[in-house]
């Protein structure tokens, strides 16, 4: 009975201090965890490795992924994990292993979904195990395999969901191919690159990562390209034979070269809309006119859909489809586009392009470049650049996400690379003029308002989506939002969608009980009456800014001093500046008026940490100025 009891009472202390080991463990990993990071599961380990190997009939070579992740619970009950392939990635096998050994998952399988992408041909595997206190490790052993090495373009460094303590990407780049490696955004990780050379004369490339978080984004944060470590991949060529080399994608040429087989036999048929180009360019005196004429057509009558399915993700359907079915792709829309000037007696080619939202260039050759396409009109010496997915666009404007960007235009066998010009600052304002008076204790006037450039574009997205009858109260929401005053009377109305003018609305304003009287002095604020940039950016979560348009923000108020009132002093001018970002205001008065103007101006451009708190103190400013107060006293 005593040795019973003895066992009983060791095993009870086993099971304590193992309690107690395991709680241990799971404080010292909070101890490394920020306030972002998911506390419920952390990465302990997480080995990559990629392999390459050719394959018969002169395909090209295929690239092999092996994931092995090995992720420790803390708090959860179920872990899951997801993988995702496309056409030309696929997952090959796994393996799920726990500290009780062999775990039997069965994947649930299924198509991605993106509100911004109608059809892709993407799936996903979505993994899901219950976790018990048992569970010290579960283990994920995951084969992925790119059927094409064009494909294989980009690693993200760090887990979408978990923190992980230890990441090692290996590459083992064989003797017949030449791979160029780059890298991003290695200055906001712990990274150590090392390179050896394995027996069989194979170059093995290691990077290893310590303390990764999981990618926090806010509403405002640049897209992952341009915030989150990652390994950027070109394969150049690969060797067949012992001397004979084969180009993969080596040169622009050889990424041109591509890009136009994949256009395949582009249908550029005219029969499908011969009938309407007479109607489109009827009574068009100039080539200007009939250029603008179309180009506005295709913006006003074909939806933009987003397309990444397959070949299709590359290959634009043919200008006969889309015309019929009246929607397309930024490929199909183009292609349209194109046939349509091409019909009309023009030089349009189809032009291929990265957004801003990625960081790369022409510098290097892949795929992973563009993940756009415009047209491009020549006229001699002269480039019109097209996009019709920019809707509201005017001709020889283009919407600020392509603007700075290399772009790739067709010329039958070889190709021009030109970059497109950034409007800047001057081309894109939102301007407000005030003119007010004082009836009794309320402030009231006349407001026009003036939208330039993006701005203008903009404003009319937003506004095409509003019923014709919903348009004034949709004006007025966004004033009722931002600004401190009432505006009625707005005219024009209803907006009329004209590209080629910029926009011009006039109202009333009426401020109520505008003063503030304490003894004998007034009190009155006319710096707080327009909607201004006021963004919500959580600090915690963002380590870049990027607020994807130019802020040119100017407002002018023009007040009339009443005969009851003697003025006594003004707020002092304000002028804060930081590189090329900038708020200035300040009053005046003469001739019995007091005038006040306001200026913030915000470049379209990436700001990095660094810069952070300098940003937000010039915003903090403008709105801490808005609510400065001019002292009158009453006469006797």
Partial sequence: MNVIKKICLTLSLLSIVCVLKAQNDIRSWYQILNENDDKSAVISEWNTTFEFEKQANQMMPRVIKTDVCKIIPLCGRQLTRTYFTNSHKALQKYK?????????????????KDTDIFQTDGQFYHFSLNVTEKDQFIEFKIVTVYDDIRFFTREMIPDNQFFVKKRRVNLIKPTWLKLNIRDYNFDQAQVQKSDSVSVDGHQIIRYEFDHISSPVQC?????????????FFSAEAYQLEETEWTPILKTTQDLYAWYKEMLGNSDLNSKSFASVLPEILKDKSSKQDSIRSIFYWVQDNIRYIAFEKGIDGFRPQSADLVFKNKYGDCKGMANLLKAMLNAAGFDARLSWLGTRDLPYNYATSSIAVDNHM????????????????????????????????EVLIEDGQSFIIDTIEVDGMPANRKNYNLKLGLKKKSLKGEMRFE?????????????????LEDQKKAIVNLFDHEAQCEIDSIHPLPIKFNRDTNFVMQSRVLKSNALLKIGNEVYLGISDLTPYFNPYIDTLKCNKLYFKETINENVKVDFEIPDTLHLKSLPKSIRVQFNDVSFKAGFDSSNG?????????????IFTTKELSNLLDILKQQKKYRSQKIVFETKL
């Fill in 96 to 112: 799920i292993v726990s500290s009780k050994g062999n775990r039997r998952v069965k994947p649930v399988i299924g198509d991605q």
């Fill in 219 to 231: 509403d405002y944060s640049p897209s992952a390209p341009h915030e989150i470590p990652h390994l």
């Fill in 374 to 405: 415009i047209c491009t009109l020549i006229d001699k010496e002269d480039k019109i650049f097209m996009d019709a997915t920019e809707r509201y666009v005017r001709l020889g404007d283009c919407g600020e996400r392509i603007q700075s960007k």
């Fill in 451 to 467: 939208y330039l450039g993006e701005s203008q574009r903009r404003f009319f997205q937003f506004m095409s989506t509003v019923k």
């Fill in 593 to 605: 008026r007091v005038s006040y103007f306001s200026q913030l101006q915000i470049p379209n451009r």
